[in-house]
């Protein structure tokens, strides 16, 4: 894009001044916040530092495309875009890579990436050189292979990364280059991305990764020294069922026991009002046992019948033992 300024010697065309990295990142920032908040899913390319790619998948992908010198000239620009975030959105699928890149207008440009299937060929050779050399899928993904396999694959004329003549690019901003920074943006974006799923590779050029590996390796495929992929991601990644206890000599596995028979249904529930619970019919009562009766002690007989007996007693003899009174003679 020019612009009509005013220079030292008047008036005159010139290029805008560019924005600086911290601006790039704030404006990528507000597109991605704008497109999340209509309902739009991104999956932005996010680096970790200025280090684009760092597995061999990822690095080899980047290596392949600065090879190239179709792409020489706009390949430093889209370091520099890539690492401030400007790719705010990266969908890889068969044969295709559909990505928005922030730039210098207010929505952001439409990249989109047409890339053929690998040669039928070439991929047929590779498979005959590599059968049985391959631990697992695991070991391919991780690029523990064979250097002389590895050399194979990144090799310009007979390995599985395309060429500038396989890969179709279009972006939507006025840049007239067949690459342009956007699409230089783009395509260290994919390096960056197959750095977190390598088996994206396979995917984009449309060929099966278990063509390379032996049918017993697949079996094995956690075997080769521990890995971050764990055995469920790594069966969903390339859409197999992972059996990590072996076949063949393992015993037979135990008769599974018959289920239980299912409960009867409940009952269904009349309409209307539900029926009055029914009371309890009461316990009848144990008569109660008599207990025979306590005799009471005999009542004692008062002492005063005694004591009033006693006194007469005393009462005659007293008066037996007292003399009788003599009369006095009459003068």
Known sequence: MSWYGYGGYGYGWAFPPKPTVAERKEKAAKMRKKLEAGGRKLSPVELQGRTIARTFWGKAWCDNIESYRDYEYRLERGRSYVRSGNVIDLQIAE?????????????PYKVAL??????????????????????????????????ELL??????ATGLFPAPREMKLSCSCPDIAGCCKHVAAVLYGIGARLDKAPELFFTLRSIDPKELVAEEAVETITSGGPSEIAEDDLGSMFGI????????????????????????????????????????????KKPASKKPAAKKPAAKKPAKKQTAKKKTAKKKTAAKKSPAKKSAPKK
């Open 95 to 107: 044969g295709r890579v559909d990505a928005l890149v922030a730039g210098s207008d207010s929505t």
């Open 241 to 284: 069922d992972l059996d990590t206890d072996g076949a063949g000599d393992a015993a037979p596995a135990s008769p599974t026991p018959p289920a239980p028979p299912s409960p009867e249904p409940p009952a269904k529930r009349k309409r209307g009002r539900p029926p009055k619970a029914k009371a309890p019919a009461p316990t009848p």
């Open 114 to 147: 047409r890339i053929a299937a690998a040669d039928p060929a070439k991929w047929k050779a590779l498979v005959g050189r590599a059968l049985g050399r391959i631990s697992s899928l695991l070991a391919l993904t991780q690029g523990k292979v064979p250097e």
């Open 151 to 156: 050399k194979d694959f990144c090799d310009p």
